[in-house]
């Protein structure tokens, strides 16, 4: 079966740091990816993971365990721009996301 | 913003009422992937076009079905509306299956449908 999860809501301050972890179990797997959704949106590219490891760009960074099925987005130097749904994504033959993580930028 | 646009953006429907949903691609990109999101949850992939036909399928009944034109914009259709197809409708295009290379997607804005 395909199972991907987050937790469903995250709080953090305007300057701080966040990290949204992801847990996925597929059938295969050929890419991680996090996309961007500001609500009423639609989602936006942000990263992509093929290999074990840190991918940075910008205030995000992302990385990848596929021995443990694991992933997660760190977000850097918060805005509140950042106040959206984060969702996670594995890539097979085909995509399947996550329930994305609804994330609130506080002043 | 990034090229895809859909058609209509909201519309609302009756149950056992049939609908037709519409998009454009990015200039370039040949595949189409349909997606439905529910309020609150991450899109459900239904199907993706290439090359004008099918190639893959997400768990949706028969009553949804799609076309792919030479043009590579698609449509989504779906039969007998039930309230539960109350949802966000994405289109996602891109540079070859699944997201091709990249493995990035480009949506457009969504078509909100409401079921009464």
């Known amino acids: 079966g395909q199972n991907i999860d987050q937790p469903t809501e995250m709080t953090a301050t305007e300057g701080a740091i966040v990290q949204i972890n992801c847990t996925y179990q597929?059938?295969?797997?050929?890419?991680l990816f996090w996309y961007q959704q500001h609500a009423g949106e639609a989602p936006t590219f942000l990263s992509y993971n093929v290999l074990d490891g840190l991918e940075e760009k910008g205030r995000f960074s992302s990385f990848l365990s596929r021995s443990k099925g694991y992933s997660y987005l760190l977000l850097k130097e918060l805005q509140m721009k950042d106040s959206a749904s984060y969702l996670c994504?594995?890539?097979?033959?085909?995509?399947?996301f996550g329930p994305g993580t609804r994330l609130s930028v506080l002043p | 913003e990034t090229g895809v646009t859909q058609s209509p953006t909201h519309l609302i429907k009756t149950r056992g009422q049939q609908v037709t949903l519409r998009c454009s691609s990015q200039?370039?990109?040949?595949?189409v992937s349909w997606y439905q999101q529910a309020l609150g949850q991450g899109p459900q992939f239904i199907f993706q076009?290439?090359?004008?036909?099918?190639?893959g399928r997400g768990n949706f009944p028969p009553r949804f079905s799609g076309l792919q034109f030479p043009n590579y914009s698609s449509e989504l259709n779906v039969n007998a509306l039930e309230l539960d197809d109350s949802a966000l409708y994405l289109c996602a295009s891109s540079w070859g299956l699944a997201g091709g290379n990249t493995g990035e997607l480009f949506f457009g804005e969504g078509s909100r449908l409401t079921v009464l």
């Open positions: 200039s370039g990109h040949n595949t």
């Open positions: 076009y290439y090359r004008e036909e099918e190639n």
């Open positions: 597929t059938s295969g797997f050929n890419g």
């Open positions: 994504a594995v890539r097979d033959q085909n995509f399947v």
